[in-house]
């Protein structure tokens, strides 16, 4: 079985009875397990509820970049922290790619949540984007994962250095990835985990459409390939480092 442990299930491609065939879609695929992940503060309780109803859905919540400027204590309370779905604080980081005029904003917030997860002792989940140094410089004192890797082997050997994992998406099967699928080759199997990000980069041969959670076997399958492993051996691994993320997952 797989999991995907970064989509986002609270958009529209889910709403209402779709959210049920999404997850038997991913069922059927042998993805077993979907960690969804929130970007909008607003999406934080809605995520949960659907973990509660759902048995293997787990939820990390955190405020993208893109809204810096709010306060994350108004939403990372207490309550969602110790939830037992809420397994880790996500997705955080820094975008310069998307905004390059709001940088102190953005760090303020990145930083905030970084104290929240230290404080609550969750890992991480890391958006970067054309920001590599000022993540790196920040990122310190916490575990986690670097959601969706596309940056290159240099920042990819100071995060393993921190103990960090790195998840692939669909742009791993992309035709004109080549330079990220090297990077993957050489960052060791026992640090990687596959997401698809969903609705967002659709893999190979599913271009074009909204990305699903099922189609993280696309990703797996060119994963093996690149890995030289047999698809069963790589989901036990991959299986083993989720849980070695998210250990509150096993709880
Ligand atoms: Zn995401």
Redo the contacts with the bound molecule.
């Keep these: 079985m797989l999991t995907d442990t ?1 989509c ?1 299930l609270t958009d529209d491609y889910c709403s209402g009875d779709k959210l049920d065939e999404v997850i038997a879609r991913a069922r059927d695929n042998g993805v077993a397990r979907l960690i969804c ?1 929130t ?1 909008d503060a607003n999406d934080m309780i809605p995520a949960i509820k659907i973990a509660e109803k759902y048995d293997n859905i787990f939820v990390t919540t955190g405020i993208h970049p893109e809204y810096a400027g709010m306060n994350p204590h108004e939403y990372l309370t207490d309550t969602v922290l110790n939830h037992p779905r809420v397994v880790g604080i996500g ?1 955080i980081g820094l975008d310069y790619h998307e905004r390059d005029d709001n940088r102190t904003a953005q760090i303020k917030l990145f930083e905030e949540q970084l104290e929240i997860a230290r404080g609550a002792n969750l890992p991480v989940a890391i ?1 970067t984007r054309d920001a590599d140094n000022d993540t790196a410089a920040i990122l310190t004192g916490v575990r986690g994962v670097m ?2 890797f596309t940056s290159g082997w240099e920042l990819a050997k100071i995060m393993l250095d921190r103990g960090f994992y790195f998840s692939a998406s669909g742009i791993l099967t992309f035709k004109n990835a080549g330079e990220i699928r090297e990077t993957f080759a050489k960052i060791p199997t026992d640090r990687i985990v596959v997401e698809t ?1 969903s609705p ?1 980069c659709a893999p190979v041969p599913y271009r074009g459409k909204t990305c699903e959670p099922f189609m993280v076997r696309e990703t797996a399958r060119v994963l093996s390939e690149i890995k030289n492993l047999q698809m069963d051996e790589l989901e036990t691994i991959l299986e083993q480092n989720t849980l070695n993320l998210y250990p509150k997952i096993a709880q």
Aim: hydrophobic fraction near 20%; aromatic fraction near 10%.
């Design positions: 970064h986002h992940a970007s997705e958006h959601h969706c990000d967002f």
